[in-house]
């Protein structure tokens, strides 16, 4: 069916959404006006997944799901439509926390390198003098004394590994003591193979090797084969080996029509590599850019006075970071950057006792998750001149490095791999949860740095993206995103109440003591952003927000952590929570998040007609076309009430579901505009002209948007209009029609969006 019009994002579950239940929604999303469902990972996965991400088998179907002929029956019911399948696949990694569930893993675990599957595993065969596989999977070392023989299993508790043939007899450390695996505690920061990032129930796979992608890849292959699937949404391709090659090796395999996007996460400064087979990323960038559109720039000096009120030196945040990455490197994936330097050595034929600090501080300098991209060629050398100037005496190992790189090897390879679990333990997993200016710019792909984006760098992006990627997804909430699009949407606002919001948390504080200010200036906007209008706080709210708080905290890892819970602050959070939502500062909240909501809705949808509109192809996360108020996962991967959202649908009253059901009706019939139509900002002109952003697709889709809506709500709109171009234009959303310069009270009259049609020649 070629590329698709649009997706709506369906989150797979045994437990909860089976084929057979997407099958019953296939009526709701036609009418909705979708082309195609795009489904998480459908492969076999980890007994009672959630998600998806933890394959086991990657040659079957999940039987959790409907299995094969599920699959088979959802493709023939959404075609019987005119309707396609995109899959989301994970090349880079299978889980393995319970071998029996994985044959290859239990295989290797079983024969060492005599096995078949030895190969499709990054394994360091090195780490242990002995040979054998490290797995960090016991608390403490000291527990492989209570390992006990069943049969032809090793246990500790529910947990078993096998025992190779002919190695039983004696006790459970002698029979361990035999295997091709040795067991540790995960506190040794020790792993005997590459983990997706930190996460050692996540083994990597070796795509770069031919039998292993045919092996991993022989179902995928059938699905285009069968014609049961249009595209793929590739997991991760960065924590391969080589990236280019994989896409590469994909697209010969599903063809030249499969629309294919990579989870690639760009930095604001980098552009995705255009030799690249693919048609784009998943759209974390086009997150960031409409996101910011709405951030006032103007409320950054305040925002910040009250951040560095806390104690935090905003200005050496650049240094925050660069410390961050240094320690992850060096301790949580200290095995990694030990790996990484023993072939160094071996690349370049000489050591350093600074080498591992070398790498450390490179990576520290490198702002993308990897740097072997051929349109980045230039970031290596300006990192390494970066860490030079800061530290000369790096230099030496430097060249190191700089030879490993030249070589092209196994060490440049690792390198890569490592920069990028780097960057995404130290900012997205860590720094996103700490840095509280404003938490709506701490998304997956964002920069908090960069506070909002300005109209003409919307404009431009956009326009590049027009001519260079038309097809590259476009998103506003994913399953991996921080806040929903609408949380976001609410805290943004605060960028138009900075100084009431700087006057409000101060007084909070004296009434509710914090057991730290950072921590709960970064918890407030949060609370903010899902606070009922109304005020009433339900029970279901209530736990929703202890979990989070739990999670944000233990991921910031400044006083507590996952490996190191600290029982005695985290008490004093969940109290602190409890005073927020039963003490007087609940009601002062609730009066301001009435003040800010209508500008919250303005904008959530604003966002969401330029997502739909924009240069690109727009998914829809499950649910979210009515407001949706989730937090970061699993929050935000709850099951659906789509009875309400089909009365919805039918009343076609709520303005979100709206906005998105009639973008995507144009999108259907006018699918020239949308997949290949030029971009061309309009400019509006008068007293209030900031507040309006629009832009032309083609010669007949015009949108505009309505921002900063606090402020306008003061001025009013005065002067201020709209230059359509020549003809008769109707909008789809309210059915009033509008030529030649209308005003912008005439435009936003209905809605504070509009979404114009030509109608005439």
Known sequence: MGVPLSTYRLQMRGDAFTFTDAVELLDYLDDLGVSHLYLSPILTAAQGSTHGYDVTDPLTVAESLGGADGLAALSAQARARGMGLVVDIVPNHVGVDDPRQNAWWWDVLTNGRESAYAGYFDIDWDLDPGGRIVLPVLESDEDVDDLTVDRDVLRLGDRVWPIAPGTAGGSGREVHDRQHYKLIGWRNNLCGYRRFFSITSLAGLRQEDPEVFEATHAEVGRWFTEELVDGLRIDHPDGLAEPAGYVTDLRDLVGPAAWIVIEKILAPQEALDTGLPVDGTTG??????????????????????????????????????????????????????????RAIV??????????????????????????????????????????????????????????????????????????GAVTAKSVEDCLFYRDARLVSLNEVGGEPALFGVSAAEFHERCATRARLWPHAMVTLSTHDTKRSEDVRARIGVLSQLAHEWAERVDRWSKVVLAPDQETTLFLLQNIFGVWPVDGEVTDALRTRLHAYAEKAIRE??????????????????????????????????????????????????????????????????????????????????????????????????????????????????RPDVFLDGSYRPVPATGSAAAHLISFLRGDDVLVAVSRWTVKLAETGWGDTILTLPEGMWIDRLTGRTHAGAPAATELFADLPVALLERVDG
């Not at 002062?588 to 209508?598: K, Q």
């Open 346 to 419: 071996a690349d370049a034929g000489a050591d350093h006792p600074l080498l591992a600090d070398a790498v450390s501080a490179l990576l520290a300098h490198v702002h993308v998750y990897r740097f072997d991209y051929l349109d980045l060629a230039w970031i290596a050398p300006t990192a390494i001149a970066g860490t030079v100037r800061a530290r000369p005496e790096l230099d030496p190992p430097l060249q190191l490095v700089a030879a490993a790189l030249a070589h092209d090897g196994e060490a440049a390879t690792r390198i890569q791999q490592l920069c």
């Open 556 to 669: 910031a890892a400044t006083y507590t952590s996952w490996n190191d819970p600290d029982t005695e602050f985290e008490a004093g959070v969940h109290d602190w929570i409890d005073a927020i939502i039963d003490g007087p500062v609940s009601k002062e909240l609730t009066a301001l998040v009435a003040r800010a909501d209508p500008h919250a809705h303005n904008d959530s949808l604003g966002q969401k007609l330029l997502a739909l509109t924009v240069p690109g192809v727009p998914d829809v996360y499950q649910g979210t076309e009515l407001f949706d108020d989730s937090l970061v996962d699993p929050d935000n991967r709850r099951p659906v009430d789509y009875a309400v959202r089909r009365a919805a649908l039918r009343a076609r009253t709520d303005p979100k579901m709206r906005v998105v059901s009639a973008a995507l009706w144009l999108r259907r019939d």
């Open 284 to 341: 974390y960038d086009a997150l960031r850019e409409i996101g910011g559109l709405f951030i006032d720039p103007a409320a950054e000096p305040t925002l910040t006075a009250l951040y560095e009120s806390t104690g935090v030196d905003y200005s050496a945040d650049e240094q925050r970071v660069a410390d961050l990455k240094t320690a992850s490197a060096t301790v949580t994936l200290g095995s990694e950057l030990a790996r990484v330097r």
